[in-house]
C-alpha cells in the first residue's frame, strides 16, 4: 500500500461544481434543499442520491404494509401541512416529498444514481471534491463543494442485520430481511416466521396475516406496542370548522409535541405506572386470559428503545382473530421444514423472515480524507452533534430517535442556512469546530448513552459514532425540547468555532 487515497491514484472526471453538496435525497436532503431555497437564496447546490429516484427509506423498503412509526404532522415537514391519517403508508409518504419536490422546483438541483464512495477536503482550495460511481453508466465523477451537508441517514440501505443460526442452509424456504423484498414472493395460504418483534414485525404481520395459513412473531424478548386509533381528532374538528390546513398542521403538530414530551417525562419519572398502561391496552385488546407476561412484558422501561406503533391495534386484532400468534423464545437452529427452539419446540415455516434490525451506516461509509489524512470520526466531539472537530465545512443530520425524525432536520437546517450566511457576509471560506483549552478536562462520552437509549443497532455500532462531552456545545441532546431552544441560539461566532 502507498498510503495514497483512491481518488489520489485515480481521479474522476470533475462534472459540477457548486457551493453546497447535499448527500441524500430522503427525508433530510429534500428538507435541507428547501431551506436553501428560502434562507440563502442566491447558494448553488446539488443534491447526490444513490437511487433511482427520491424518498430513502421510502423507496428502499418495499416490504408488505410499510408504514411510518412517527405521526406525519411531526415527520413531515413543519412548512408543509399534512393531510392525512397520522400514520401513512410509503406511498403517501413519498407522495407528500414530491409535492415538496414540485411546489418548489427542487428537482433540477438531484443528481440520481450516484453513489458516494469518496470525501476529501483540501485546506489549499477550501474544497471538498466527493466521488461517485454513476448507476447508470459506470462511469467514475466527482463535484466540488465549499460545503458538505450529510443527509443520507444513519443505516445501510443495501442490508439489514442479518445473524446467522446453525442450519440456514438446510431451510428448505426463502429467509428473507425486509429490507430486500423479493417482488414475487408469494405467500398465500403458506406457514410464514417473523423473527423480531419491533416495528418492521409489527407492520409485516397485521399487513400478511389475512394471506396466509398463519403467521407467528418470534422473539426473543419482548418489545412494548403502543396501540391507538390512527386518527386526530383534533385535526378532525378543526377542518369541520374550515380551519386553514396551515393552521391545522401548527396546532396538531404542538399538541403531539407536547403529549409526546410529557409521555416521556412519565416514562422516567413513573415508569411503572405507565408500563400498567401500556399493557392495559394490550390487555384490552387480547383478553385477560392471554399471556400478557411472557409475550407483552419487556425486561426494560419505557423508552428505553423506541416503542413500536400500532394503529387500530392491527397486530393484536390479527392475533385475537387467530390468523398470528407470538412466540418468546430463542433459536437453536434451523431445520429443513422450520426452527428449533431452545426449549426444544419445532416452528413448521415455508418462509422465514428476519425482521432482525438494521446496520449502522456511519456517514455514509464514506472514505473521508481531510488534507491527505483519512477520517475516522470515531476520534472527532460533536458540536451540538452536527458538525465534528477537525472537520472543516461539514454538517451531518441525525434525528430523534424518540421523537420524529424530522424535527432535529429541521433546527439543524436553521442553523446551517445562518452559518453559510454568516460566512458569505464576513468574507469566511472555512468553519472548522475544535476543542478550546477550557475543555482540556472534559468528560468524553459515547454518541449515546446506553441507560438512556439502548437499542441493539445503536450499541452494535458505538464504537463508529463520533463522541459527545458534558458541555451543552458538545453534546447530543436527542431530546427536542432541549435543541428547540438551543440550536437557534447557538451564535454563528461561537468560540468553538474557527474561521478563515
Request: aromatic share 10%; hydrophobic share 40%; proline share 6%.
Amino acid at each position: 500500500m502507498d498510503g495514497r487515497t483512491e481518488i489520489e491514484k485515480s481521479p474522476a472526471r470533475t462534472v459540477e461544481t457548486c457551493d453546497v453538496l447535499i448527500i441524500g435525497a430522503g427525508i433530510s436532503g429534500i428538507g435541507a434543499a428547501y431551506h436553501l431555497t428560502q434562507q440563502c437564496p442566491s447558494t448553488r447546490f446539488v443534491i447526490l442520491e444513490a437511487q433511482e429516484s427520491f424518498g430513502g427509506t421510502w423507496r428502499t423498503h418495499r416490504f408488505p404494509g410499510i408504514r411510518s412509526d412517527s405521526d406525519l404532522y411531526t415527520f413531515g415537514y413543519r412548512f408543509k401541512p399534512w393531510i392525512g391519517p397520522p400514520i401513512a403508508t410509503a406511498d403517501r409518504i413519498l407522495a407528500y416529498m414530491g409535492e415538496v419536490i414540485a411546489e418548489n422546483d427542487l428537482g433540477g438541483h438531484i443528481r440520481y444514481r450516484h453513489a458516494v464512495s469518496t470525501a476529501s477536503w483540501s485546506s489549499e482550495s477550501n474544497r471538498w471534491t466527493v466521488t461517485c460511481r454513476r448507476g447508470d453508466t459506470g462511469e467514475a465523477v466527482a463535484f466540488t463543494a465549499k460545503f458538505l451537508w450529510m443527509c443520507q441517514g444513519y443505516y445501510n440501505h443495501a442490508e439489514g442485520y442479518m445473524p446467522t443460526w446453525p442450519g440456514m442452509e438446510r431451510f428448505g424456504g426463502p429467509i428473507i430481511h425486509p429490507q430486500n423484498w423479493p417482488e414475487d414472493l408469494d405467500y398465500r395460504g403458506k406457514e410464514v416466521v417473523v423473527i423480531g418483534s419491533g416495528a418492521t414485525a409489527a407492520t409485516i404481520i397485521p399487513a400478511m396475516a389475512p394471506d396466509c395459513r398463519h403467521i407467528t412473531m418470534l422473539q426473543r424478548s419482548p418489545t412494548y406496542f403502543h396501540a391507538s386509533p390512527n386518527t386526530i381528532p383534533l385535526a378532525d374538528e378543526l377542518r369541520r370548522l374550515e380551519i386553514k390546513e396551515a393552521w391545522i398542521h401548527e396546532i396538531v403538530r404542538q399538541k403531539i409535541l407536547h403529549d409526546d414530551a410529557a409521555f416521556e417525562r412519565r416514562t422516567f419519572d413513573e415508569p411503572e405506572i405507565v408500563k400498567a398502561e401500556l399493557l392495559g391496552v394490550i390487555r384490552a385488546h387480547l383478553g385477560e386470559d392471554y399471556d400478557v407476561d411472557t409475550h407483552f412484558t419487556p425486561r426494560y422501561r419505557p423508552w428505553r428503545q423506541r416503542l413500536a406503533v400500532i394503529p387500530e391495534g392491527d397486530l393484536l386484532k390479527a392475533i385475537r382473530a387467530g390468523k398470528a400468534s407470538v412466540v418468546t423464545d430463542e433459536i437453536d437452529s434451523f431445520t429443513e421444514t422450520g426452527i428449533i427452539l431452545r426449549s426444544g419446540r419445532e416452528l413448521a415455516a415455508d418462509i422465514v423472515v428476519a425482521a432482525t434490525g438494521l446496520t449502522l451506516c456511519v456517514f455514509g461509509d464514506i472514505e473521508f480524507v481531510v488534507d491527505g489524512k483519512p477520517l475516522d470520526f470515531a476520534d472527532t466531539v460533536g458540536f451540538h452533534g452536527m458538525m465534528f472537530t477537525g472537520v472543516p465545512n461539514m454538517a451531518w443530520v441525525f434525528g430523534y430517535i424518540r421523537s420524529s425524525w424530522t424535527l432535529r432536520a429541521d433546527l439543524i437546517s436553521d442553523f446551517v442556512c445562518r452559518l453559510l450566511n454568516h460566512m458569505k457576509d464576513e468574507g469566511y471560506e472555512k468553519v472548522v469546530p475544535k476543542l478550546r483549552s477550557e475543555d482540556a478536562a472534559m468528560r468524553v462520552g459515547p454518541w449515546v448513552e446506553p441507560e438512556n437509549f439502548n437499542a441493539n443497532y445503536i450499541l452494535r455500532s458505538l464504537h463508529l459514532l463520533p463522541k459527545c462531552g458534558d458541555k451543552p456545545e458538545w453534546q447530543h441532546s436527542h431530546d427536542y425540547w432541549i435543541d428547540k431552544d438551543r440550536l437557534p441560539a447557538i451564535e454563528v461566532s461561537h468560540s468553538a468555532l474557527i474561521y478563515s
